[in-house]
Structures are given as structure tokens and as C-alpha cells.
């Protein structure tokens, strides 16, 4: 039977396959895949595979087995690896069919030492140690001349990351382990990592610059959580600090309770992929701010439920002191003369609510090597019997939906995503709980956002934002036999985005705003294994270019 690939990208096996005409019972394989077997940061690869099997009484049985496998790696040039290859080969005979099975055999128990004994109770007996006459003797097939040149050369000390030969530009990152540690090099990496676990920074245009300390650790076997930040402003002058205590118990109905205190500068948004230190840099660098701000302080308690991995849920009670901030200079190191976006005046008061929250898979708005389903939920309530100076109710529901579009036997298929995000405001709130879709950061923009807005152009108090993408991988470039861009495994992507957003509100944050708008785009992914760029296209005949974090698998 001749095994032929249907084409070039599905990864199918090739070869041929021999069947005994008379009891159809197989003899022999010969196969190997072809080039539509692809994996990421692996080029050349083959794997081969061939088996003999012989006739013992009525059975044809295995006498003689292969397998190959070929490839090397590299990062899109930067580091690489030097062809490696793994050759097995084994030979079975003198089958015995039907035999009865010794008790020792049955009973037999696995050593330490990776064979089998009968009784392990018995002191532990060192593997015997055979001769290479002994070898030679009970070989089956005499070795060929380079198998003895290497089984002659074989050195047992050689360990397998020194086999490995790196290249390209990174590889002077990767240690030597016959050379002696640097320890200059060793205390720098000791400071950046300590810097990076207890240092704060932050630079905004409401706070300013930020120094201080923070500290987050897990005490009493993991049970018990501490969470706690705390900094000075350099431009406000003032003190801003957190602390969080949560109790985690796998036994209880209860999984998580926590407790927090905070006086300290709040975004507006809530749902955002953007952690401040991101903002900061961005902000440093002479980019908008990516949020709005005000000064909040107060406490909350919550409990939470895990009711499996990928699903939880949490209800928090939040007492927050809600109080405007003013403008402060931009302290940006690149276009440091640039007026910052004016942040806007809140309704000032004391804002106590309930949030209920409930999470679904991977959370979609944290940073995926391959995307993953991911949905986040929360409902907030605030009413004047809680005490509060707000009265309103507010749900916000975002999320990524992924499935694959064709040939789906590819270990890294084409895939189509929908990224979502949705909410709804209602009652007495101030400007600070409206709604606004996330946009790039800088010329970042993460999956989800619009990359063809700038922070705060659009605000309501109904929205919905949809994205649509398909991830071509490297199927066009594979049918153009553009083999040195398939070969770079950098993928092709096409999307677009849409969003509806009204505000039915006093507060127009924004002095025109369509009610709709559009965007579609075109990216080039896995640039240097992670990086993406991003040709934006959108309904104001605007065209921009961003990037962000690419899928690695």
C-alpha cells in the first residue's frame, strides 16, 4: 500500500505499507511524515519510522523496529540550535507463543534502579556489570563499523545539555556550565529582581511620580495572603497606601475571604488589560494616559467560591470615599512640553455598593500564549440603603470565544476569535461609572481593544464592542510556497472591530461622539516568537499602526 499525502500542508504520513495477501495480517511499515508536519521554532523536521515483523507460529510479531527524529530549533534567528537527532533501533527474537507465565514474572515489582526484581525487600542489589566481549556475545547483530567507532568513543560522563550547540545573536544569554558564575552579573540580576518584587513606581498625570514599597507574600502553609503597597508623590505631596488580607481554605464552602483598607489615586476603569507599571512607562515615554482618575478611600470585605479550576465566583462589599483630583504636569521623558488630557471632575461623595463577579476559563484580559475561551462578569449595586450617596445599578460583561476554522490536524491550526465586551449604567452615578471601551496603550494594543481610538473618545452608558480575527498561521505562505516566510513560523492575521456606545447620561464627557464606528486590520504575528504589528484601517479614514504580544502557539 503506497502512502501518499493529499497535500503538501496537511500532515499526513508518506510511505508504504506491506500486507501479507493471503490473511491480510501486516508485515512491514516504512513511513515518515511529511513537510506539513510543522511545529512552532522547529525547522527541518522528520521523523521516521520503519518495522519488520516476522511469522511465529500464526502470528506475525515485530522482529525489527526504527525511529528517527531530525530537527533544529531556532527563535526566529536570534538563538538557535544546531541539528539534533535521536536514533532507536531494536531487535526482538525467539518469541515463545502461549507461554506459561512464571510467578516471578507475575510478581515481579519495579526497582529503583528501573528494572524489575521479584522481592525488593531484601537488600538493594547494584546492576551486574557485563564485559564487552559479554556484549558482543549475546548481540543478536553484530554492530556495523561506525556503530563500534561510536560505542568505542561513547562517554558516560557527557551529559545532554553539553550535546547541545547554541547560535544566534541571544546566545550568549545562555550559561556555560563548565565556566565559572560571574558574580557581578549575578548581583545585577539579584537587584533587577528585587527592584521588580518590592519597589512601586508609578507617573500619571493625577498622581505624578510615586515612589515607594510593597510587599505580598503567603503565611501558614499558603492560607493566609498579604497584600500591601504604600508611596509617597513626589507632585501631590501626600502619602497613598494599600493593605489586603485574604484567608484561602480548599476544606471550607468558602474559599477565599478577604479584607482590604486604601486611600490611594483610582482609575475610573475597572475592567482594563492595563496594569498601572504599563501605563506608567507608556505615560513616561510621552503617550496619553490611558485613564481618568480620582482619589479614593475607604475598606471592603469579600468572600469568594471556586467551584472548579476554570470557575469562580466572588461578592464584595465596597465603602469608597470618592473625592476629584486635579491636573499635574506631565513627567513624560520624551515630549515633556506636552499638555497631559485634562482629567475630568467626578460627582464627589461616598459610594458603598455590592459586586457580585463571576469568572469562566482564562481570563481574557490577561496576556496569552495561546489564546484560550475566557468569560468575566460583575454586577454592581449601589443604593441608598447601603448608606451611600449613589443610587445605581451596573453590569459588565467581557470575554474571548475561540474555535478552529480548518485543518484542524495542524498542532498549531487556524483559529477564529471573538473578543467581546459589553455593559450597562442606570440610576444616580457620577461621570466616573460610565463606560468606555479599552484602547491602545501607546502602540500597544491588546487583544479586545480598539486600536484606532485614543483613551476616553468614546464614553456612554450603553456599549457593546465586538472583534472578530482570523489567524491564517502559515497556511498562505505555505501555498504560495513562500517556504523561507513559513519557515520564520510567522503568522498572517485579518480582523475587524465594531462598536455601538450611547450615552443617555447628563454627563458628556465627550463633546461629539458617533454612535457608531469600525476598524478593520491586517497583522503579521509571532514577529521575534512574540510580537505582532498591526495595520489599522478605520471608519474615520484614519490609518495607524500598532503593536502587541503575539501568540506564541
Do not use: C
Request: no cysteine; glycine share 6%; aromatic share 12%.
Amino acid at each position: 500500500i503506497k502512502v501518499i499525502p493529499r497535500s503538501k500542508i496537511q500532515p499526513l504520513l508518506q510511505g508504504e505499507i506491506t500486507i501479507e495477501s493471503e490473511n491480510y495480517a501486516m508485515t512491514s511499515i516504512d513511513l515518515k511524515v511529511n513537510e506539513g508536519v510543522r511545529f512552532p521554532y522547529l525547522n527541518n523536521f522528520t521523523m521516521e519510522f520503519v518495522q519488520q515483523l516476522g511469522k511465529y507460529e500464526k502470528y506475525w510479531l515485530p522482529n525489527y523496529i526504527e525511529s528517527k527524529v531530525k530537527f533544529e530549533a531556532s527563535l526566529q534567528g536570534l538563538l538557535t540550535i544546531e541539528s539534533l537527532q535521536f536514533h532507536q533501533l531494536s531487535n526482538i527474537t525467539e518469541y515463545k507463543i502461549n507461554e506459561a507465565i512464571p510467578d516471578s514474572v507475575e510478581n515481579a515489582v519495579s526497582s529503583k534502579y528501573g528494572y524489575f526484581v521479584t522481592d525488593t525487600t531484601a537488600a538493594d542489589t547494584v546492576l551486574p556489570e557485563i564485559t564487552r566481549d559479554e556484549v558482543r556475545a549475546i548481540r543478536p547483530i553484530p554492530l556495523t563499523n561506525d556503530e563500534m567507532q561510536a560505542y568505542a568513543q561513547l562517554d558516560s560522563t557527557m551529559k545532554f545539555e553539553k550535546m547541545i550547540k547554541f547560535g544566534g545573536p541571544l546566545s550568549g544569554l545562555i550559561p556555560k556550565g563548565d565556566k565559572e558564575v560571574d558574580t557581578t552579573q549575578s548581583f545585577l540580576f539579584a537587584g533587577i529582581e528585587t527592584l521588580s518584587e518590592y519597589a512601586l513606581l508609578r507617573n500619571n498625570r493625577a498622581t505624578g511620580i510615586l515612589i515607594g514599597a510593597k510587599y505580598n507574600n503567603n503565611f501558614f502553609e499558603k492560607k493566609l495572603k498579604l497584600s500591601s503597597q504604600v508611596g509617597y508623590s513626589l507632585d501631590r505631596k501626600e502619602v497613598e497606601a494599600k493593605l489586603k488580607l485574604g484567608y484561602l481554605s480548599k476544606e471550607f464552602i468558602i474559599n477565599n475571604i478577604e479584607g482590604e483598607i486604601f486611600n490611594y489615586t483610582k482609575s475610573w476603569q475597572s475592567f482594563t488589560p492595563y496594569q498601572d507599571i504599563a501605563n506608567s512607562v507608556s505615560f513616561s515615554l510621552g503617550f496619553d494616559d490611558q485613564f481618568n482618575y480620582y482619589l479614593s478611600k475607604g475598606f471592603s470585605v469579600g468572600v469568594g467560591k471556586n467551584f472548579s479550576k476554570t470557575f469562580s465566583t466572588s461578592l464584595k462589599f465596597t465603602s469608597e470615599d470618592q473625592k476629584s483630583l486635579v491636573d499635574l504636569h506631565s513627567n513624560s521623558i520624551i515630549n515633556s512640553s506636552k499638555k497631559p488630557r485634562p482629567n475630568p471632575a467626578i460627582t464627589e461623595g461616598q459610594d458603598n455598593r455590592l459586586s457580585l463577579k463571576f469568572e469562566l476559563g482564562e481570563d481574557p484580559f490577561g496576556v496569552q500564549i495561546m489564546p484560550e475561551n475566557g468569560i468575566i462578569t460583575q454586577y454592581d449595586y449601589s443604593n441608598d440603603l447601603l448608606n451611600g450617596n449613589f443610587d445605581y445599578t451596573r453590569l459588565r460583561l467581557a470575554g474571548i470565544l475561540k474555535t478552529k476554522t480548518f485543518y484542524d490536524e495542524l498542532f498549531v491550526a487556524p483559529y477564529l476569535l471573538l473578543a467581546f465586551d459589553a455593559g450597562y449604567i442606570n440610576g444616580k452615578y457620577g461621570p466616573q461609572h460610565l463606560l468606555t471601551p479599552n484602547s491602545k496603550l501607546g502602540v500597544y494594543s491588546h487583544l479586545g481593544s480598539l486600536k484606532g481610538v485614543k483613551p476616553y473618545d468614546f464614553v456612554g452608558t450603553k456599549m457593546i464592542s465586538l472583534q472578530l480575527e482570523h489567524n491564517w498561521r502559515t497556511i498562505i505562505f505555505q501555498a504560495l510556497s513562500l517556504d523561507f516566510l513559513s519557515d520564520l513560523h510567522i503568522d498572517l492575521i485579518t480582523g475587524a472591530s465594531f462598536l455601538n456606545i450611547t450615552n443617555d447620561s447628563k454627563h458628556k464627557l465627550v463633546n461629539s461622539m458617533k454612535p457608531n464606528y469600525w476598524e478593520t486590520y491586517a497583522s503579521i504575528s509571532r514577529i521575534l516568537a512574540v510580537f505582532r504589528i498591526d495595520f489599522v484601517y478605520n471608519s474615520n479614514k484614519e490609518f495607524s499602526v500598532s503593536t502587541g504580544v503575539g501568540v506564541m502557539f
